[in-house]
């Protein structure tokens, strides 16, 4: 058996699907395949399947990876790419099939690009030294926690913002970004879309 | 606009379509649009498979296109208020008002609320009266339309029996007349000429001093009385090859497959059992076929085989072994629901165990083998006790048993009875030397409240005040004895608003008026269901529930229903609800004849006889 790792786009009515709904939706697609698919022994066969970094609802993707256990050693991923293509919406457009290269866990970063009603004078919230926000624990708690450190960069253009924040155990969501900013400028910012663009590990290598 | 409220919302996925599966056609190049409306949630909604044979034999029409709609939650709906969204189709976001048909499918009596407030949400008048004109024909079909009085005010057209052919005819028709301009009357008395169509605009009714049914008169040459269409042969009717797969999460969402229509067993109490014979069986090699392109293009992990009594299947043996032959592979479960008590075989247990183990549910029904003999579910005591045997050897340490409480001719010594056959089943688990090691038993006891439904020899019978059934309640939990057994029950005040609705007339839709009005919705849950409410609906009416629910009925009082011919005869109900007060059984149609009335289709089960 291997993994293959499928790279992925989600995107328009998809963006409303959650994360747990595509573990479902992403069973159904490997069995439509026909790709000899490796299942769990026991009392529930499922198959494997990991996603590399969870989404949040309302959010789009252009870089979203998925591996998917293959029972054959030998399975060929342009055949996989194929089969895949041919079940996937256009919502869903699978991108390339590889080979899993980096651990999922290595994500540590990804890149956001944010089309908004952008606030006059916008470098001012990021040139703050520090940004306390109050964020939810793992444990359903709250703490305030200084989110400037996990802006690891940011580039602002007209009605637009690129972000490369925190990602993985340490993880950082553009909305939280987002309603920072609301407290600083002291008004409601109208967000269009959010499209997650890219995913990197520690050293800012693109993940693969 | 839409796109501002669906991130507001919870599980905003149930409302923007695009799942595989869905059908989406150029309005442009359609002649008859019709919306497909489910009155609940959508998760709930999606798991209908009428709806799914119906989208399927609909779109097949080159020239109509079938959407879906369903309820919106409450957060959705309040959103959609304030922003000014009407309700709209999944396919197309198109507002229900711009639909030529709209078509409600009624599974039970307690959704009825939500299609008032569907189509004032989709901004098409509620009243029949109030819609002119050929857009907007608003109808009905499912197993509630054997009484479709309560809503005769809201509905322009009812499709009593099964809609694969009938409906297409109507939408045939419909096409015809809106290409002539026609009138809404003119199309409506064209529709009643269609067998199996009831259209109550063309039906006077008139009332007894004491408040019974006088009479139904026809008018405009309408049909004394409408005759359900049946589709007869199984294995030639269409059947969809693809279903729409939702994304998020829906209840029993897998492949479904029925096994046959209509029931042998006449239990006395069952509406379905009767509304769908003769008794038609789809071939073991059709349901095979059918099954395996359905996980094929859906991609769904589970089958279910569907049937009101899946044990009576004829060919059910063959079957699961042609059917394992591919499931296993493909670690494809295969649940079997609606399984009889009595024939509960090792070697069935091992065919539907092989997979997965599903938990076990058995309907018992009467806790004395007097009122099971009155109510005729023709199972003994021995039967129900080797069954749970053969479960629990089998490996399974939980197993559930449906009761009803509030039976015709019921005391409370069916009432321990209920209990003494819990503790039974318990003392057999512990009994066994080759019971599961280390684990207990749980017998869990679902008590439902009996509610007489048209079409049934208990259509003549009083259903039990709130107060005795709570009296009831009460009796039952004190004649449990062991922790093993969990009780479970339906509030009584649903029960009796469900007894009110299922044998309502017409003036009954003033009620179900008010009651929305007062803002009655989602009535099957819990969380919503405001009885006060209804209360209040029922005193502005000045109607009495009493008098549809509680009230014994004269076999020769005319029933509201009496004008729809489902095949089965009133005289056949009449005598099997008199062999019910003597506790007397009736065989089933595979052992004899009762002459109930359903050979008059010359089909199935009652051609093979006769």
Known sequence: MKNI?????????????????????????????????????????????????????????????????????????????????????????????????????????????????????????????????????????IKTVDIRPMISSYKIGEGRLELVLSAGTDNLNPSLVIDAMRRHFDREIKVDSVIRTMLYNKEMEKFI | MLEDILLKVQKPGRYVGGEQGSVVKNPDEVDVRFAFCFPDSYEIGMSHIGMKILYSTINSLEWAWCERVFAPWEDMEAQMRENNVKLYALESHTPLCDFDIIGFTLQYELSYTNILNMLELGGVPVLAKDRKGLKNIVCAGGPCTYNPEPLCDFV?????????????????????????????????????????????????????????????????????????????????????EQFVVPYVEAVFDRVSVELFRGCIRGCR????????????????????????????????????????????????????????????????????????????????????????????????????????????????????????????????TAVKLYFMMGLPTETMEDIEGIANLGQKIVDLYYSLPNKPKGKGVTVSISCATFVPKPFTPFEFEPQDTADTILKKQQHLIDSVKTRKIQLSWHDPATSLLEAVLARGDRRVGKVIYEAWKRGCKFDSWGEYFRFDRWEEAFKACRLDPAFYANRRREYDEVNPWDHIDIGVTKSFFVREDKLAHQSTTTPNCRQKCAGCGATVFGEGLCCEKH
Request: contains cysteine; aromatic residues 10%.
């Open chain 2, 269 to 396: 109490f069952c509406q379905a059992g009767y509304i769908y014979r003769p008794v038609r069986e789809k071939s073991a090699a059709v349901v095979d076929r059918q099954a395996k392109a359905l996980c094929a293009s859906t991609g769904y992990d589970e089958i279910s085989l569907l049937s009101l009594s899946s044990s009576d299947y004829t060919e059910l043996n063959d079957l699961l072994g042609s059917m394992l032959s591919w499931t296993e592979d493909k670690r494809i479960n295969l649940a079997l629901p609606s399984l009889r008590i009595d024939n509960f075989s090792d070697e069935l247990l091992e065919k539907i165990a092989s997979v997965r183990k599903s938990g076990l549910t058995f309907a018992a029904e009467a806790g004395t083998q007097r009122l099971r003999d009155a109510i005729n579910k023709n199972i003994t005591e021995e039967e129900i006790l080797s069954s749970c045997k053969t479960a629990f050897e089998g490996g399974y």
């Open chain 2, 156 to 240: 322009d057209i009812f499709f009593i029996g099964e809609g694969e052919e009938l409906d297409n005819e109507l939408l045939e028709l419909y096409r015809e007349h809106k290409k002539r301009g026609s009138d809404k009357e003119t199309f409506l008395r064209a529709a009643a000429k269609i067998e199996g169509v009831y259209v109550p605009s063309l039906y006077d009714v008139t009332y007894n001093d004491d408040g019974t049914v006088a009479a139904y008169t026809p008018k405009d040459n309408a049909p004394a009385t409408i005759r359900k269409r049946i589709v007869s042969n199984l294995d030639k009717a269409p059947y969809p």
């Open chain 1, 5 to 141: 790792r499928v790279f992925y786009q989600k995107t328009g009515r998809l963006k409303y699907i959650s994360h747990l709904d595509m573990n479902r939706v992403f069973t159904r697609i490997s069995r439509r395949s026909g790709m000899p698919i490796w299942y769990t022994e026991g009392f529930n066969p499922h198959p494997r399947i990991n996603f590399a970094l969870p989404l949040s609802l309302g959010f789009e993707s252009t870089y979203e990876a998925v591996d998917i256990r293959i029972d054959d050693d030998n399975y060929s991923n342009d055949e996989a790419f194929g089969r895949l293509k041919s079940v996937m919406p256009d919502e869903l457009k699978v991108v390339k099939v590889t080979d899993p290269v980096m651990k999922t866990g290595e994500i540590a970063f990804a890149r956001f690009e944010i089309s908004l009603d952008l606030p006059e004078n916008a470098e001012s919230f990021f040139e703050q030294g520090e940004i306390f926000m109050e964020k939810k624990t793992k444990k359903g708690g």
